[in-house]
Every structure is written in structure tokens, then in C-alpha cells.
């Protein structure tokens, strides 16, 4: 799987974690228009069970409240009284999301997306990508470390970040398996097979 935020800036990712902000931006970058407050929430609510007055209220309430203003302050959409629509360079890409945006299909999809948009941990869905056997958690540490600056530049920090955080993080929601005795991580075929 490449990764899917590879040009996304760093900066960005946390409004990336929540579900409605990857289907707003999913919405306006099909629609390619300036969409109003009630077309957004429309197009929100069409797949949703139950789509009633008080689900439209909510969803309109979140977006008002909560989507919209991140998503502006961040540069990714305009919005005045007359809509929402997507800004001419967004520095992200809702075409470059989709793998992404295959992970809100399941259940447990702000988990999903709270736990693996991370700039980390995505690097290292990569690494276990491009290999066909468990790597040991120094291999990762010594991968991740070569391409890093920061905390992860150092290989003995990388390793300790990666045992105690993000190995098993994302073990706890069936990306990985790590088994911490031999320490040897293995990323299981597919990320959207979680939800089966």
C-alpha cells in the first residue's frame, strides 16, 4: 500500500483522523462546486440508516461547529454564506485519500483512522508493505530512523517509540501482529479487512 498521505504536510493530519471530515472533503472533491450548507449535509446524511430531522440536525450541528471551521483554518476548504467548496491547492488531495476513505467503511472507523493517520505509523505500514516476512522491531527502527529527522533519527529512540507506542497501538486494532518476546512484526494482508 503506498502511503496514502505522502504528500499530505505533517501538519494536516490530525483533521485527517475523524471520518466526516474525509466524506466532506470526498464529497467536494467529486462535486468539484461550491456546494451549500444544506446540499453538504445532504449529501452526508444519503447513506446513512435512519435519515431523519434530528440525524440532518446533527450532522449540520458538527459541521458548523466542528468540520468546517478545522478544515478552513487549515487551508483545505472555503467557507462563507454562500458554501463550502474545496480551496485551488488544497495541500490535501481528496483523490490521494482513498485508502483512507476505504477504512470509514467499517464500524470502528475513528479508531481506525485515529490510530493510523500518523506520520509514523503510516511510513511503517510502507515498510511492511514492500516485504513478504516479519522484519524484527530494530530492522523498523533502523528503516524508519535512515529517513527520519526528529526523535526517529536516532535508531535506539525510534526502537523504544516503536515497542511501547505505535507497535502496539496498532496491534490493538488488527493492522499488526507484534509479538513483543520475539519481536517481530507482521502487517496482516489487508488494512480494510479489519471490518470483516
Known amino acids: 500500500m503506498p502511503d496514502p498521505l505522502e ?8 483533521i485527517l483522523r475523524h471520518p466526516r471530515r474525509l466524506r466532506v472533503l470526498e464529497v467536494l472533491g467529486c462535486r468539484q462546486t461550491r456546494l451549500a450548507l444544506s446540499e453538504l449535509t445532504t449529501a452526508l446524511i444519503e447513506d446513512s440508516t435512519g435519515s431523519n430531522g434530528r440525524t440532518r440536525h446533527d450532522v449540520r450541528t458538527t459541521l458548523v461547529h466542528n468540520h468546517l471551521p478545522r478544515l478552513e483554518d487549515y487551508g483545505i476548504v472555503d467557507w462563507t454564506d454562500d458554501g463550502v467548496a474545496l480551496v485551488d491547492e488544497p495541500p490535501v488531495h481528496p483523490a490521494d485519500l482513498s485508502v483512507l476513505l476505504d477504512l470509514c467503511e467499517s464500524e470502528n472507523a475513528q479508531t481506525l483512522l485515529e490510530t493510523l493517520v500518523d506520520p509514523v505509523r503510516m511510513r ?43 507497535l502496539p497501538a496498532m496491534a490493538d486494532i488488527g493492522v499488526i501482529s507484534y509479538e513483543q518476546e520475539s519481536r517481530l512484526v507482521t502487517r496482516y494482508d489487508q488494512v480494510v479487512s479489519i471490518d470483516e
Do not use: K, N
Open 124 to 166: 511503517l505500514l510502507s515498510v511492511l508493505e514492500a516485504g513478504d516476512r516479519p522484519l524484527s522491531l530494530e530492522h523498523l527502527a533502523e528503516r524508519l530512523s535512515a529517513c527520519e529527522s526528529g526523535p526517529f533519527a536516532d535508531v535506539e529512540r525510534a526502537t523504544v517509540a516503536l515497542h511501547h507506542s505505535h
Open 7 to 14: 504528500t499530505v504536510p505533517t501538519e494536516c493530519y490530525e
